[in-house]
Structures are given as structure tokens and as C-alpha cells.
């Protein structure tokens, strides 16, 4: 048994057996881009659908979570729509002929490194939102995956432990078998955090180095109160869940 603490996140208590999710490992190379144009083209049709799946995720928050929770969508929206940040990526792959999911990475790299400086917690976590909204259009235009899809797979009651979780992987979560979720990263201002609140679904953020202590299979107690997680509880626990 080992205990280990984090932030509170969202109340609750669950148990059950962890699925480690992995989150975008992805490494861009940079590439001459053959022509720019198309790729600047198939970018703004991948914005186009990434704005509509927000515009229905924010109509599901609504209902599920409330208004004040599904304004965080509007403001992905926002972010998705931000012609400044965009056009410098556009821009750079019109002057430099590289490709666009290179540029984008490297400009998520350095919105991040901005954010991540500052002071203000509220601050850094606006920076976890553009690398989220970075990262879903880098997945689309590469025709990846979402992690989530993994977890409509499983039968048995989870928590998931991940490096970090966004807020459409809480809207995504079926929490039929999901009772609870543990990330390294994050605190109790984060979106994700928020949502998780809205919907009851308990959370402890910020547990430093987890995905190295536990795998997938592993048992797990977490009080999202507490901010507290035990790997392996002993019988007593065990007993008292």
C-alpha cells in the first residue's frame, strides 16, 4: 500500500483498477511543405469541424453541467477563432514553405513557455488551454485518435491516471465505469477541474511523477477532497470501500 498526496481536485471518493492514459506523444519534423496553400487550406476546413464539435459540446455541458461550466467551450471557441495567434502560424508557412503541423507545434511551444512563466496560476492554466486546443487540431489534421476512445473499451470500473486531461476528455468520459480520474499536472483552477465539479466526477490533480508509480491494472482509492490517493490499498481499506 502506498499513499500519496496531490491537489483536491473534485470531491468524492472512488476505487477501482487504473487505465494510464497517454496522452499526445507526438514529435513534429519539419518538412518542406509542397504546397502551402493546400495545407493552409486543409487547416481552415480542420477548424471549421474542430469549432462545430465545441458548438455541440458546449450544448451538452449546458444541459449536463450547467451554463457557467459550458462557457469554457466559448471559450475555446474564442481561441479556435483567434486570427492573431492563427496567422502567424498561416503566415509562417506561406514565408518559410514548412509544413503546418510543425509551425503549430513549435508555436503551442511557445505560448506555452509565455504562460508557464507567469505568476498567476489562473494564467498558467489559460496556457493548458491553448496547448489543448493546439494539440486537438494537431491530432485531426494527423488523423489521430482521441486517448478517450480507449476508454469506452473497458467493462470494469477505472480511475484514470494521465499526464493531464482536457475538458472535452470529461465531456467524453462514460462515467458508467469511470469514477474517477488522477493527472500529474493541473490544479483546482483548471477547466477540466471545473467540469469535473459540475458533472461529480472526483478528481485529485497535480500527483507528481504518478504514471511512474502506477500502471495500468494497478488498484486504486482516491479521495478528491482529501486531494489523496492509495496504490494498493490493504484489506482495511479495501474493507471499509
Given at each position: 500500500?502506498?499513499?500519496?498526496?496531490?491537489?483536491?481536485?473534485?470531491?468524492?471518493?472512488?476505487a477501482g483498477t487504473i487505465l494510464v492514459l497517454n496522452n499526445l506523444a507526438f514529435e513534429a519534423r519539419a518538412e518542406k511543405s509542397e504546397d502551402a496553400?493546400?495545407?493552409?487550406?486543409?487547416?481552415?476546413?480542420?477548424?471549421?469541424?474542430?469549432?462545430?464539435?465545441?458548438?455541440?459540446?458546449?450544448?451538452?455541458?449546458?444541459?449536463?453541467?450547467?451554463?457557467?461550466?459550458?462557457?469554457?467551450?466559448?471559450?475555446?471557441?474564442?481561441?479556435?477563432?483567434?486570427?492573431?495567434?492563427?496567422?502567424?502560424?498561416?503566415?509562417?508557412?506561406?514565408?518559410?514553405?514548412?509544413?503546418l503541423v510543425y509551425v503549430l507545434e513549435e508555436e503551442k511551444k511557445a505560448a506555452?513557455?509565455?504562460?508557464?512563466?507567469?505568476?498567476?496560476?489562473?494564467?498558467?492554466?489559460?496556457?493548458?488551454?491553448?496547448?489543448?486546443?493546439?494539440?486537438?487540431?494537431?491530432?485531426?489534421?494527423?488523423?489521430?485518435?482521441?486517448?478517450?476512445?480507449?476508454?469506452?473499451?473497458?467493462?470494469?470500473?477505472?480511475?484514470?491516471?494521465?499526464?493531464?486531461?482536457?475538458?472535452?476528455?470529461?465531456?467524453?468520459?462514460?462515467?458508467?465505469?469511470?469514477?474517477?480520474?488522477?493527472?500529474?499536472?493541473?490544479?483546482?483552477?483548471?477547466?477540466?477541474?471545473?467540469?469535473?465539479?459540475?458533472?461529480?466526477?472526483?478528481?485529485?490533480?497535480?500527483?507528481?511523477?504518478?504514471?511512474?508509480?502506477?500502471?495500468?491494472?494497478?488498484?486504486?482509492?482516491?479521495?478528491?477532497?482529501?486531494?489523496?490517493?492509495?496504490?494498493?490499498?490493504?484489506?482495511?481499506?479495501?474493507?471499509?470501500?
Amino acid at each position: 500500500m502506498k499513499k500519496r498526496k496531490g491537489t483536491g481536485g473534485a470531491e468524492g471518493k472512488a476505487a477501482g483498477t487504473i487505465l494510464v492514459l497517454n496522452n499526445l506523444a507526438f514529435e513534429a519534423r519539419a518538412e518542406k511543405s509542397e504546397d502551402a496553400e493546400y495545407e493552409i487550406s486543409r487547416f481552415e476546413t480542420v477548424r471549421k469541424e474542430y469549432k462545430e464539435e465545441l458548438k455541440q459540446l458546449y450544448r451538452e455541458a449546458e444541459i449536463s453541467a450547467g451554463e457557467e461550466p459550458a462557457n469554457i467551450f466559448l471559450a475555446y471557441i474564442e481561441m479556435v477563432n483567434d486570427d492573431a495567434f492563427f496567422g502567424k502560424i498561416i503566415r509562417r508557412i506561406q514565408n518559410e514553405k514548412l509544413n503546418l503541423v510543425y509551425v503549430l507545434e513549435e508555436e503551442k511551444k511557445a505560448a506555452a513557455v509565455i504562460f508557464q512563466s507567469m505568476d498567476d496560476p489562473y494564467m498558467r492554466e489559460r496556457g493548458t488551454d491553448i496547448e489543448n486546443v493546439c494539440d486537438a487540431l494537431i491530432r485531426k489534421m494527423e488523423g489521430l485518435n482521441s486517448p478517450m476512445d480507449e476508454v469506452s473499451k473497458t467493462k470494469e470500473d477505472i480511475v484514470i491516471v494521465a499526464a493531464d486531461l482536457t475538458p472535452e476528455d470529461i465531456m467524453r468520459m462514460d462515467t458508467t465505469h469511470v469514477k474517477g480520474f488522477v493527472t500529474e499536472r493541473g490544479g483546482n483552477t483548471s477547466h477540466t477541474v471545473i467540469l469535473a465539479k459540475a458533472l461529480g466526477i472526483p478528481a485529485v490533480v497535480g500527483v507528481k511523477n504518478i504514471l511512474e508509480e502506477a500502471g495500468s491494472k494497478t488498484n486504486i482509492y482516491m479521495d478528491g477532497g482529501e486531494g489523496t490517493i492509495i496504490l494498493e490499498p490493504d484489506q482495511e481499506v479495501s474493507d471499509i470501500l
